[in-house]
């Protein structure tokens, strides 16, 4: 990124790493940040989009529009916790 310029997200340390991209209406993708800039348009190679329902589709290398972004999430130390609040309500039901 040129200097002086700021970008909304720092997205430095997340370049060559693997990010998966929410977009506006929904979309899904992941792959990997090869680039970005101050309005967060990136670049991702080896993308593949989330179809639902256990499809996917494979892109390949994209560019994508940082006005369409809503979220970029590092993929690389993320894990799964169990819900607090999906336990049992079986206390609550006898009142």
Do not use: W
Not at 2 to 13: F, V
């Amino acid at each position: 990124m040129p200097k002086g310029q700021e970008s909304i997200l720092d997205l430095a340390s997340s370049v060559d790493k693997k990010v998966t991209v929410h977009f506006n209406g929904g979309r899904v993708c992941t792959g990997t940040l090869k680039g970005y800039d101050e309005l967060v348009n990136l670049v991702l190679s080896d993308t593949v989009e989330d179809m639902g329902e256990g499809e996917e589709r494979k892109l390949g290398l994209i560019v994508a529009r940082g006005t369409q972004v809503q979220r970029v999430v590092d993929e690389e130390g993320r894990e799964e916790i169990e819900n607090p609040f999906d336990g049992d309500d079986d206390e609550d039901e006898d009142e």
